[in-house]
């Protein structure tokens, strides 16, 4: 019998139909993944946060075989769309605060992720494998999903056979959508969008459904600003912030001048701490400019518009004021007794009858205020004994809480708390100049710019203590390892500084360096050197060479710099904060005197060393004069003394009898003349070429001058972002390279409530004043805007919360401030190329989130050197691809920029020069820049 007649015959008696025989194994292989692959691309983004942005464009959560590496993906993706470095350390945290630390093998399995990568800069080939595979896994699955299809139809299922032929074409075509995305479309699907498009533009007048830019003809013109758009808005910088190229900058290692600072360097903030130069503008020529002096004789050149940040007379008056209330103590803690009796039934009705027993009838006027504000609930009944008879009387009920919680909010204002002057201190050059001195009867000087915080620098190796030195620098003999005292305690501190101090005439005493014990050898302590070439009868351990250099205290003078000629070295005078005091309390314990008011005062017939000490005491935080006087000396150089004052209550000496004499007079902290300087006169000066820079500090201030003040680094496009959140209501996002939030806020105040900038600033707010930002305040605090001031912002950080911000916020405009201020983490061979990948990436970012992108740009010298000062397109700073990539490229230009006698003072031009979906035009707009916006020329 053949094998098909006992298939026949088994299926004739009823049994089961025979299974095909299977390879072993066949359903019992391990689905394709490269746990290896996995490892890498993890162990990549660790290292690297470019990694991150390459492999997020390729895998998600669910391509990971492992859980535990999802697990870990998702965590490095959490940390990343929150702008902070997603590090081994940073991950660990994230997951230990999770719980999940345990489960994915602990931190040293994070390590062993990042020891398994080659390279950090394969991370995307890795990440193809783990798609591969992950697409792999899901054909498997798609095919034990049509195979299950298959037997249980086979198997008596009730479905029809197309069904299952079409949920297994289904199940292949989830695959490859998962793998491949869509990026064509029919034309038939594109033709019904466009038209409802159309319908919507002509319903609305012919204004686009874009997002509006507040300018009439602008958006007549452009017909709003469309979602994938990049916008490039272009213009010289209007406000210059600029100082003279001659200005000495301080820097951590010495000095240099604002023309020879360049991107990269290090300059000083104003609180000490070293700061890097994120931008250095080209040098301006032509513009106004003033010589702003300052009470201690400090003179520096800066531009009408550079920033300063001062105090005014109104506000340090306020900051000394005590506050005070309109109630007494004992009033107070009646209305909070109150107001705690309120406890769990805050909606108990009360009278104002029952609520003044127990506040008090001080209270009684305040409460029918407050009653106004809550409003009655009801009435309450109580009995009322009148002419011997009772009767049921009833009141107005209040809520207890919210009648008692707004008396005690009224009660505890302070005095004039709503007219409280508000300064946040940033004004130009010519804003200080209007209000130079104060309006009152007496004329007092108004502006006084804080002094510097004590430089903030490492402790250096000093071939002599810094307190031994000024005791030479004060006292010493020049060229001899002398100095003269009358002080025993002198001596004593210099030996604690480790020298040998011996006698050597009336009141005169030799240093010695303590002898060190001879070597068996006799070789050299210092070099290894043989000492053959010293006497034989002389115990020393050092060469000739050495010893000239270091086997006396003359030697560490002379490698010091200072024995031929007394002066303060450059190592010195940027050593730590605790060297420098200690250099100045030896200074001080020998030429330093106490004057009766308190002042601390040093002279030297010295210029160099009186002008070194001045920058030493500048350094350590305090304001230094100098005075110069005719003396009699040896020679012409030594004929004048130049006494130096300054004033702090910090200690200063060490002796202990000079000590004792300035803490008996030195006067309270809390003084200005001690903490700031005054600004005494700002005079017009003829024009000088300027320059300005950015820094990368919070505060955006860096010093200047040999007195080391502190000073600020260097609109349309917010005017834009302004329109479209307070106006049109749709979300938009400021990142801002430039400026910071309180200076961005302040200036949205100005524009919207049209209180002048300068005002703002200076706090000097009328009542009027007060009532119009009173009345914007409601819709500017409703409005969608966000800003992020974030220094040195690059463009991964940058798409990383704007794609938050669409998912949670409807993103529907972000503006860059600016350009050229961004920063690339990738390598490129030349500025230019760095700045071609940002607009690219910009355009690519615009089109990912769908919403505009408004870029602001700089232009380069081009129009000032033409005779029409019109800008070009060629004119665009640092690359031509921002042309390129650009949708619209508006070019501001103002005549009265260039010529103050313009006819056309108080316009401004857009020019819009690139317009890819439509025609180029120039709109005429009205440039309010005392309220910091652009408005159309029918808006009054």
Same mark, same amino acid.
């Given at each position: 019998?053949?094998?098909?007649?006992?298939?026949?015959?088994?299926?004739?008696?009823?049994?089961?139909?025979?299974?095909?025989?299977?390879? &072993?194994?066949?359903?019992? %292989?391990?689905?394709?993944?490269?746990?290896?692959?996995?490892?890498?691309?993890?162990?990549?983004?660790? !290292?690297?946060k470019?990694?991150?942005?390459?492999?997020?464009?390729?895998?998600?959560?669910?391509?990971?075989?492992?859980? +535990? $590496?999802?697990?870990?993906?998702?965590?490095?993706?959490?940390?990343?769309?929150?702008?902070e470095?997603?590090?081994?350390?940073?991950?660990?945290?994230?997951?230990?605060?999770?719980?999940?630390?345990?489960?994915?093998?602990?931190?040293?399995?994070?390590?062993?992720?990042?020891?398994?990568v080659?390279?950090?800069?394969?991370?995307?080939?890795?990440?193809?494998?783990?798609?591969?595979?992950?697409?792999?896994?899901?054909?498997?699955?798609?095919?034990? =999903?049509i195979?299950?299809?298959?037997?249980?139809t086979?198997?008596?299922?009730?479905?029809?056979? &197309?069904?299952?032929?079409?949920?297994?074409?289904?199940?292949?075509?989830?695959?490859?959508?998962?793998?491949?995305?869509?990026d064509?479309?029919?034309?038939a699907d594109?033709?019904?969008?466009?038209?409802?498009?159309?319908?919507?533009?002509?319903?609305?007048?012919?204004?686009? *459904?874009?997002v509006?830019?507040?300018?009439?003809?602008l958006?007549?013109? !452009?017909?709003?600003? #469309?979602?994938? /758009? !990049?916008?490039?808005?272009?213009?010289?910088?209007?406000?210059?912030?600029?100082?003279?190229?001659?200005?000495?900058?301080?820097?951590?290692?010495?000095?240099t001048?604002?023309?020879?600072?360049?991107?990269? @360097?290090?300059?000083?903030a104003?609180?000490g701490?070293?700061?890097?130069?994120?931008?250095?503008?080209?040098?301006?020529?032509?513009?106004?400019?003033?010589?702003?002096?300052?009470?201690?004789?400090?003179?520096?050149?800066?531009?009408?518009? #550079?920033?300063w940040?001062?105090?005014?007379?109104?506000?340090?008056?306020q900051?000394?004021?005590?506050?005070?209330?309109?109630w007494?103590?004992?009033?107070?803690?009646?209305? %909070?007794?109150?107001?705690?009796?309120?406890?769990?039934?805050?909606?108990?009705?009360?009278?104002l009858?029952?609520?003044?027993?127990?506040?008090?009838?001080?209270?009684?006027n305040?409460?029918?205020?407050?009653?106004?504000?809550?409003?009655?609930?009801?009435?309450?009944?109580?009995p009322?004994?009148?002419?011997?008879?009772?009767?049921?009387?009833?009141?107005?009920?209040?809520?207890?809480?919210?009648?008692?919680?707004?008396?005690?909010?009224?009660?505890?204002?302070?005095?004039?708390?709503?007219?409280r002057?508000?300064?946040?201190?940033?004004?130009?050059?010519?804003?200080?100049?209007? *209000?130079?001195?104060?309006?009152?009867?007496d004329?007092?000087?108004?502006?006084?710019?804080?002094?510097?915080?004590?430089?903030?620098?490492?402790?250096? @190796?000093?071939?002599?203590?810094?307190?031994?030195?000024g005791?030479?620098?004060?006292?010493? $003999?020049?060229?001899?390892?002398?100095?003269?005292?009358?002080?025993?305690?002198?001596?004593?501190?210099?030996?604690?500084?480790?020298?040998?101090?011996?006698?050597?005439?009336?009141?005169?005493?030799?240093?010695?360096?303590?002898?060190?014990a001879?070597?068996? @050898?006799?070789?050299?302590?210092?070099?290894?050197?043989?000492?053959r070439?010293?006497?034989?009868?002389?115990?020393?351990?050092?060469?000739?060479?050495? $010893?000239?250099?270091?086997?006396?205290?003359?030697g560490?003078?002379?490698?010091?710099?200072?024995?031929?000629?007394?002066?303060?070295?450059?190592?010195?005078?940027?050593?730590?904060?605790?060297?420098?005091?200690?250099?100045?309390?030896?200074?001080?314990?020998t030429?330093g005197?106490?004057?009766?008011?308190?002042?601390? /005062?040093?002279?030297?017939?010295?210029?160099?060393?009186?002008e @070194?000490?001045?920058?030493?005491?500048?350094?350590l935080g305090?304001?230094?004069?100098?005075?110069?006087?005719?003396?009699?000396?040896?020679?012409?150089?030594?004929? *004048?003394?130049?006494t130096?004052?300054?004033?702090?209550?910090?200690?200063?000496?060490?002796?202990?009898?000079?000590?004792?004499? #300035?803490?008996?007079?030195?006067?309270?902290?809390?003084?200005?003349?001690?903490?700031?300087?005054?600004?005494?006169?700002?005079?017009?000066?003829?024009?000088?070429? +300027?320059?300005?820079?950015?820094?990368?500090?919070?505060?955006?201030?860096?010093?200047a001058?040999?007195?080391?003040i502190?000073?600020?680094?260097?609109?349309?496009?917010?005017?834009?972002?302004r329109?479209?959140?307070?106006r049109?209501?749709?979300?938009?996002?400021?990142?801002?390279?430039?400026?910071? =939030?309180?200076?961005?806020?302040?200036?949205?105040l100005?524009?919207?409530?049209r209180?002048?900038?300068?005002?703002? %600033?200076?706090?000097?707010?009328?009542?009027?004043?007060?009532? =119009?930002?009173?009345?914007?305040?409601?819709?500017?605090?409703?409005?969608?805007?966000?800003?992020?001031?974030?220094?040195?912002?690059?463009l991964?950080?940058?798409?990383a919360?704007?794609?938050?911000?669409?998912?949670?916020?409807?993103? =529907?405009?972000?503006?860059?401030?600016?350009?050229?201020?961004?920063?690339?983490?990738? %390598?490129?061979?030349?500025?230019?190329?760095?700045?071609?990948?940002?607009s690219?990436?910009?355009?690519?970012?615009?089109?990912?989130?769908?919403c505009? +992108?408004?870029?602001?740009?700089?232009l380069?010298r081009g129009?000032e050197?033409?005779t029409?000062?019109?800008?070009?397109?060629? &004119?665009?700073?640092?690359?031509?691809?921002?042309?390129?990539?650009a949708?619209?490229?508006?070019?501001?230009?103002?005549?009265d920029?260039?010529?103050?006698?313009?006819?056309?003072?108080?316009?401004?031009?857009?020019?819009?020069?690139?317009?890819?979906?439509?025609?180029?035009?120039?709109?005429?707009?009205?440039?309010?820049l005392?309220?910091?916006?652009?408005?159309?020329?029918?808006?009054?």
């Amino acid at each position: 019998m053949s094998v098909t007649d006992d298939m026949r015959s088994e299926s004739r008696s009823g049994g089961p139909p025979p299974v095909p025989a299977q390879p &072993d194994g066949q359903f019992d %292989r391990t689905p394709p993944q490269d746990v290896a692959a996995e490892q890498c691309v993890l162990g990549g983004m660790l !290292l690297s946060k470019d990694a991150i942005a390459d492999v997020v464009e390729i895998l998600k959560t669910n391509d990971f075989y492992r859980p +535990v $590496h999802a697990t870990i993906f998702d965590t490095i993706l959490e940390i990343y769309g929150r702008g902070e470095p997603a590090d081994s350390i940073t991950v660990a945290a994230a997951l230990a605060d999770s719980g999940d630390l345990v489960r994915v093998g602990g931190a040293p399995y994070l390590h062993t992720l990042i020891a398994s990568v080659p390279t950090a800069a394969n991370a995307a080939y890795y990440a193809r494998i783990v798609s591969e595979r992950a697409v792999l896994r899901r054909l498997v699955e798609a095919g034990t =999903k049509i195979v299950q299809l298959g037997y249980g139809t086979a198997n008596g299922g009730s479905r029809d056979v &197309d069904d299952i032929v079409d949920l297994a074409q289904q199940a292949v075509y989830d695959v490859t959508e998962r793998r491949v995305s869509e990026d064509f479309a029919v034309l038939a699907d594109m033709l019904q969008p466009t038209l409802d498009e159309i319908e919507a533009v002509g319903a609305q007048g012919g204004v686009m *459904t874009g997002v509006p830019t507040g300018f009439t003809d602008l958006d007549r013109l !452009l017909n709003g600003l #469309h979602p994938g /758009q !990049l916008i490039i808005v272009a213009g010289r910088p209007g406000l210059g912030k600029a100082l003279a190229l001659d200005t000495p900058l301080p820097t951590p290692d010495g000095w240099t001048t604002m023309g020879e600072i360049a991107v990269g @360097d290090q300059l000083l903030a104003a609180d000490g701490s070293p700061t890097t130069v994120t931008a250095a503008f080209d040098v301006m020529h032509d513009r106004p400019c003033y010589e702003v002096e300052f009470s201690d004789g400090t003179v520096i050149v800066a531009d009408a518009e #550079h920033l300063w940040k001062t105090t005014t007379r109104a506000s340090r008056r306020q900051e000394a004021a005590r506050p005070t209330r309109y109630w007494s103590e004992a009033s107070l803690a009646r209305v %909070r007794a109150a107001y705690a009796t309120v406890g769990d039934e805050p909606h108990r009705l009360v009278t104002l009858s029952q609520a003044a027993e127990h506040v008090g009838a001080e209270f009684r006027n305040v409460l029918h205020t407050v009653a106004r504000e809550v409003g009655a609930n009801g009435r309450v009944s109580r009995p009322v004994t009148r002419a011997g008879k009772v009767r049921n009387w009833s009141a107005p009920g209040y809520p207890a809480g919210a009648l008692l919680g707004g008396l005690l909010a009224r009660a505890e204002r302070q005095v004039n708390a709503g007219s409280r002057v508000r300064h946040d201190g940033v004004v130009t050059t010519a804003q200080i100049a209007a *209000t130079l001195r104060t309006d009152t009867a007496d004329r007092r000087l108004n502006h006084a710019v804080a002094n510097c915080g004590a430089l903030q620098l490492a402790e250096r @190796d000093l071939p002599v203590p810094p307190y031994t030195l000024g005791v030479w620098l004060g006292d010493g $003999h020049t060229g001899a390892s002398r100095f003269t005292t009358a002080d025993a305690e002198v001596v004593t501190l210099v030996e604690r500084d480790g020298f040998v101090v011996r006698p050597s005439g009336r009141m005169v005493y030799a240093i010695h360096l303590p002898t060190p014990a001879p070597s068996v @050898d006799r070789r050299c302590v210092d070099c290894g050197g043989s000492t053959r070439a010293l006497r034989e009868n002389r115990a020393t351990v050092r060469c000739a060479d050495c $010893h000239d250099r270091k086997g006396s205290f003359l030697g560490l003078l002379r490698e010091a710099g200072v024995a031929s000629e007394k002066h303060i070295p450059q190592s010195y005078l940027r050593a730590s904060e605790a060297q420098r005091r200690a250099l100045l309390a030896g200074l001080m314990d020998t030429d330093g005197t106490v004057a009766p008011a308190g002042n601390l /005062q040093y002279t030297s017939t010295s210029r160099r060393l009186a002008e @070194d000490v001045r920058e030493l005491v500048v350094s350590l935080g305090y304001r230094c004069t100098v005075n110069e006087r005719p003396v009699s000396g040896r020679s012409a150089a030594s004929s *004048t003394a130049y006494t130096l004052n300054f004033s702090t209550p910090d200690t200063v000496f060490r002796l202990e009898r000079k000590r004792a004499a #300035h803490a008996a007079r030195r006067r309270t902290a809390s003084d200005v003349r001690t903490t700031s300087r005054f600004i005494v006169d700002v005079r017009p000066v003829p024009s000088v070429p +300027v320059r300005c820079v950015t820094v990368d500090n919070p505060d955006h201030l860096y010093l200047a001058s040999r007195s080391m003040i502190p000073t600020h680094n260097s609109t349309a496009s917010m005017d834009f972002a302004r329109n479209a959140a307070i106006r049109a209501n749709q979300a938009a996002a400021i990142f801002s390279l430039e400026m910071s =939030k309180v200076e961005i806020v302040m200036r949205l105040l100005s524009a919207e409530a049209r209180v002048p900038l300068h005002v703002l %600033r200076s706090g000097q707010l009328s009542d009027d004043d007060w009532t =119009k930002l009173a009345r914007c305040m409601g819709e500017i605090s409703e409005a969608p805007l966000f800003v992020d001031d974030t220094p040195s912002m690059n463009l991964m950080e940058i798409r990383a919360k704007a794609r938050r911000l669409k998912q949670r916020h409807d993103l =529907k405009m972000i503006v860059v401030d600016y350009l050229q201020l961004m920063t690339s983490p990738k %390598r490129t061979e030349s500025r230019q190329q760095e700045v071609a990948d940002l607009s690219r990436g910009l355009k690519l970012l615009a089109k990912e989130v769908e919403c505009p +992108v408004i870029a602001v740009s700089q232009l380069n010298r081009g129009p000032e050197q033409r005779t029409d000062k019109r800008p070009q397109l060629s &004119d665009l700073r640092e690359s031509g691809s921002i042309e390129q990539d650009a949708d619209v490229v508006i070019l501001l230009h103002r005549d009265d920029y260039y010529d103050k006698e313009s006819p056309r003072a108080g316009e401004a031009d857009f020019i819009v020069a690139k317009h890819r979906n439509g025609p180029t035009d120039t709109i005429t707009v009205a440039a309010q820049l005392h309220l910091s916006r652009f408005v159309d020329m029918a808006i009054v």
